[in-house]
């Protein structure tokens, strides 16, 4: 079976792998990305970009099963604070002895109350620290959990932005997109991040990785830097061998502006290490809602999304991404990006593409653009005949939080809105059908739609 991942499709394709029919499907959380296959052939594990779970799943068919990447809980309830939240789960591995390791990054997004920055550490603690949890292929339960790793806290990120994981003999080796590393981690550990072996510096961007060991060697691939490096694998001191780079048309300044979205450690975006990246994986959002010092705040996407949705920010109060940038910025506690580095990140991210989707086509879809452009949910007002159009404007919807110091909010883009879930300025809705529901009179006027019109009017806003 060849098994393959959708990720805005938020599905599990399981195809044959001689004539490429389809054999199953599999609907799992947001953003799957990497898949590991049981010994046995029978179960995948599937990692999330975003989210704090890993989903398991039967290949013939049965219902999926979800494991929680739980954060530090123990930790939490003797200060009094939330837990760290799990995302940027890109890479998986496993070992020949049935250990399924999750590489991905625990957040702090902080308190309900607003706060100096977007969430932060407590403590002296990081806001982000990288976690390789080990899951038991067998029970499929989490067998390290991050509860044991309070020391873990004290000390920065060793791996920023993990997107590539493979097991060789050595153990665990993990591409490190933020600082262009590839990390070797004890596979064997209890908890392998606590234990690095080794450390080899690539080319800009790595984000896949293929070990050869009866050779010795791994090779790297680096997309930013478009090269194939091998590094070797046996030396006592890490070097790379080699490094084959290939031509590109690339735009140097949209080029250099991806670098510096998935900068860590940079100052002039942040004090603690975060990238843009870091909350914006492959430019769309986290799905995290993050203390703010105007509130909480969720994270919204930025691929594909900027064109025609100024202002910027979910109180509007930048004309233009320039700006939403410095502000970004200054929260995060950066000292500021000016010239053309700054210019730079700005073209790259109004260049982001967004998410690849198949026009749909059903006749609830159709009832449900009717909906949305008639009088009676008043759906149109705001956000444009379209849906993709906002008016520009801050409006009171009664949506004030606790936590808000302000009560007018800026009319948001729709576009990808099916797959950008939590809802709302402070994410206080889970899906479109519970938002429908509960803004009624507040943002429109949905109340009195039936059963069938709700459904026909979440079908459509899927499809912006």
């Not at 789960?89 to 999750?102: E, I, M, Y």
């Not at 159709?366 to 993709?388: I, N, T, Y």
């Amino acid at each position: 079976s060849l098994v393959a991942t959708s990720g805005w499709g938020r599905s599990v394709v399981v195809l044959d792998a001689h004539t490429f029919t389809r054999k199953a499907t599999h609907e799992v959380g947001r953003e799957p990305r990497s898949i590991v296959v049981s010994s046995d052939g029978k179960r995948a594990f599937v990692s999330h970009a975003v989210g704090p779970s890993l989903d398991v799943i039967a290949l013939d068919g049965a219902k999926a099963k979800t494991i929680p990447m739980k954060g530090d809980e123990e930790l939490s309830a003797t200060h009094g604070t939330q837990p760290r939240m799990a995302c940027q789960g890109f890479a998986l591995a496993k070992t020949d002895s049935g250990r399924v390791l999750a590489p991905h990054v625990l957040v702090f997004p902080g308190d309900d109350q607003p706060s100096e920055g977007y969430g932060g550490g407590f403590e002296g603690r990081e806001a982000e620290v990288f976690h390789v949890p080990v899951i038991d292929e067998d029970s499929a339960k989490v067998v390290a959990s991050s509860s044991d790793l309070r020391s873990g806290f004290e000390r920065p990120p060793s791996c920023a932005l993990p997107r590539a994981a493979v097991v060789g003999k050595a153990g665990l080796y993990v591409t490190c997109l933020g600082e262009d590393t590839v990390q070797l981690y004890d596979a064997d550990a209890l908890n392998p991040h606590d234990v690095p072996v080794a450390k080899w510096s690539v080319p800009s961007g790595p984000t896949a990785i293929a070990v050869d060991d009866e050779n010795d060697r791994a090779v790297v691939w680096s997309q930013f830097a478009h090269s194939l490096t091998t590094i070797a694998t046996a030396a006592k001191k890490p070097f790379a061998l080699s490094s084959v780079t290939f031509e590109t048309t690339e735009d140097e300044k949209i080029a250099k502006g991806r670098k510096l979205f998935h900068a860590t450690g940079d100052r002039r975006i942040s004090g603690d290490g975060r990238a843009c990246a870091s909350c914006h994986p492959d430019g769309r959002d986290d799905a995290l809602v993050w203390s703010s010092p105007n509130g909480l705040r969720q994270t919204p996407i930025l691929a594909g999304r900027l064109s025609g949705a100024a202002p910027f920010g979910w109180n509007g109060d930048a004309n233009d991404v320039s700006t939403h940038l410095v502000s970004t910025m200054k929260r995060l506690g950066g000292t500021g990006m000016e010239g053309e580095d700054k210019e730079a990140l700005v073209a790259y991210v109004q260049s982001m593409k967004g998410p690849v989707t198949r026009e749909a086509k059903s006749d609830a879809i159709d009832r449900g653009a009717a909906l949305f452009r008639s009088e009676e949910p008043q759906c149109a007002a705001c956000h444009g005949l379209g849906g993709d159009l906002p008016d520009g404007s801050q409006h009171d919807v009664k949506s004030r939080g606790a936590s808000d110091l302000k009560a007018k909010f800026d009319t948001p883009s729709l576009r990808f809105l099916g797959g950008s879930a939590p809802y709302f300025h402070d994410g206080r809705y889970p899906d479109l059908k519970t938002l429908l529901v509960k803004s009624d009179g507040k943002m429109g006027h949905t109340k009195h739609l039936s059963p069938r019109e709700l459904d026909d009017l979440t079908a459509f806003l899927e499809t912006l």
